[in-house]
């Protein structure tokens, strides 16, 4: 067995995976996973700067990872870092700051290899599966972007699409560093139209439609799941492997666009970092769903980051 780690370093969150992975197979045995809502996106959008702020929340879960990561002695560790860090002009100084702290310099990955890491990382699991046929499309809700593959065992096609949940809600539901609470028809509407187009680009490329499976990635489909499973806690065992129908999301997605922060906030299984933009990533999942005509979405726990790890792990062979 080789011990791995991999952070994955997105737009809104920054998350550690440690594992000890078998090398002839790639299986991955978790020893530490965890996820520190960071904002490094925060702004991106407007000023096409990281801000000062989000760096030094950034850097300090880095320290916290970089303490873990020496406390279990992994041999391996990949740092990718995705949307927010791929757009930023001083994108320089976020890679200077990772090195010092971690001693290995983040990969600021392309979206097709985003979208291939998040395939490998949820489709693993499933290969063997005769309820879920294929081909998946396996759709990874970012902060800043979102990622479609489609793909049997291999991916066949992606595209990654700038319609991220705190993208969406910087765009369209923030005025005067506000967010609206609720938002209005006419800003819905203008987010709507938006991911509707994002779709349309990412249907160029990516044949949506032909997917048999949906697989839904990342914190936007995972809090959906909790929120319609009514769970106490977030609780990734129940979420992993869940599905969750079409009447549902919708039922969900039109609530939270029209509740209160508050009453986002009371949801227990919500996370305080998504209470903001929960909504903006709900109606992505919704808009893609009835893009594609899909009755349900299957929801993976294991996404980019397991694929990092796995990628870890094809390394030692």
């Given at each position: 067995?080789?011990?791995?780690?991999?952070?994955?370093?997105?737009?809104?969150?920054?998350r550690?995976?440690?594992?000890?992975?078998d090398?002839s197979t790639?299986?991955?045995?978790?020893l530490?996973?965890?996820?520190?809502?960071v904002?490094?996106?925060?702004?991106?959008?407007?000023t096409?700067?990281?801000?000062?702020?989000?760096?030094?929340r950034?850097?300090?879960?880095?320290?916290?990872?970089?303490a873990?990561?020496?406390?279990h002695?992994?041999e391996?560790?990949?740092f990718?870092?995705?949307?927010?860090?791929?757009?930023?002009?001083?994108?320089?100084?976020?890679?200077?700051?990772?090195?010092?702290?971690?001693?290995v310099?983040p990969?600021?990955i392309?979206?097709?290899?985003?979208?291939?890491?998040?395939?490998?990382?949820?489709?693993?699991?499933?290969?063997?599966?005769?309820?879920?046929?294929?081909?998946?499309l396996?759709?990874?809700?970012?902060g800043?972007?979102?990622?479609?593959?489609?793909?049997?065992d291999?991916?066949?096609?992606?595209?990654?699409?700038?319609?991220?949940?705190v993208?969406?809600?910087?765009?369209?539901?923030?005025?005067?560093?506000?967010?609206?609470?609720?938002?209005?028809?006419?800003?819905?509407?203008?987010?709507r139209?938006d991911?509707?187009?994002?779709?349309?680009?990412?249907?160029q490329s990516v044949?949506?439609?032909e997917?048999?499976?949906?697989?839904?990635?990342?914190g936007?489909?995972?809090?959906?799941?909790?929120?319609?499973?009514q769970?106490?806690?977030?609780?990734?065992?129940?979420?992993?492997?869940?599905?969750?129908?079409?009447?549902?999301?919708r039922e969900?997605?039109?609530?939270?666009?029209?509740?209160?922060?508050?009453?986002?906030?009371?949801v227990?299984?919500?996370?305080?970092?998504?209470?903001?933009?929960?909504?903006?990533?709900?109606?992505?999942?919704l808009?893609?769903?009835?893009?594609?005509?899909?009755r349900?979405?299957?929801?993976s726990?294991?996404?980019?980051?397991?694929?990092i790890?796995?990628?870890?792990?094809?390394?030692?062979?």
């Open positions: 067995m080789t011990r791995v780690a991999a952070v994955d370093c997105g737009t809104n969150s920054i550690l995976l440690v594992a000890d992975a090398p790639g299986e991955l045995v978790d530490d996973r965890r996820m520190t809502i904002r490094l996106g925060q702004g991106v959008d407007r096409g700067r990281l801000a000062p702020e989000a760096l030094r950034t850097f300090a879960a880095c320290r916290e990872y970089a873990i990561i020496k406390e002695g992994a391996r560790l990949r990718v870092a995705t949307s927010a860090s791929r757009d930023a002009e001083n994108r320089d100084e976020f890679v200077r700051g990772v090195l010092d702290i971690l001693g310099e990969e600021v392309t979206g097709d290899q985003e979208a291939e890491f998040s395939f490998t990382g949820a489709t693993k699991e499933l290969a063997g599966s005769d309820h879920l046929p294929k081909p998946y396996v759709v990874d809700i970012g800043g972007s979102t990622e479609f593959v489609v793909g049997d291999h991916v066949r096609a992606a595209r990654s699409v700038d319609i991220g949940c993208r969406m809600t910087e765009r369209h539901l923030v005025r005067d560093g506000v967010v609206s609470d609720p938002p209005s028809e006419e800003r819905i509407a203008a987010m139209a991911i509707e187009a994002a779709l349309d680009l990412a249907e044949p949506l439609r997917a048999r499976t949906l697989v839904g990635l990342a936007s489909v995972t809090t959906v799941s909790a929120i319609a499973q769970l106490p806690v977030y609780d990734s065992e129940a979420i992993h492997h869940s599905r969750v129908s079409y009447d549902r999301v969900i997605t039109e609530w939270l666009l029209r509740s209160t922060h508050a009453e986002r906030a009371a227990p299984s919500m996370h305080p970092g998504r209470v903001d933009v929960i909504g903006a990533g709900a109606l992505v999942l808009s893609i769903m009835e893009r594609i005509g899909a349900e979405v299957v929801v726990e294991h996404d980019i980051l397991d694929g790890a796995h990628s870890c792990a094809a390394e030692a062979r």
